[in-house]
């Protein structure tokens, strides 16, 4: 079950083992359940143009674009 998911690396560390996605939008109960367990990140209904995709909780660092760029 490694690289099954499409979690990138954090920027600062390297490393995603501590990488969460930042879910937007009505969270569903099981997006409920995995925020309790620390999995995922809820960011609520609030979306903005340069909001963060994934958290680092090594580095308590956010990256990522919502916006898919081509560099
Ligand atoms: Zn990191």
Do not use: N, W
Not at 18 to 29: E, M, S, T
Not at 38 to 52: C, H, T
Not at 55 to 69: D, I, P, S
Request: proline share 8%.
């Amino acid at each position: 079950m490694t690289e099954s998911s499409d979690k990138p690396s954090c920027p600062l560390c390297g490393q995603k083992d501590q990488v969460i996605p930042i879910v937007y939008g009505d969270p569903k109960p099981e997006d409920m359940e995995k925020a309790e367990r620390g999995e995922i990140m809820l960011a609520g209904v609030l979306r903005y143009a340069d909001a963060p995709t994934h958290y680092c909780r090594r580095c308590a660092h956010y990256f990522g674009k919502v916006k898919t760029e081509s560099r």
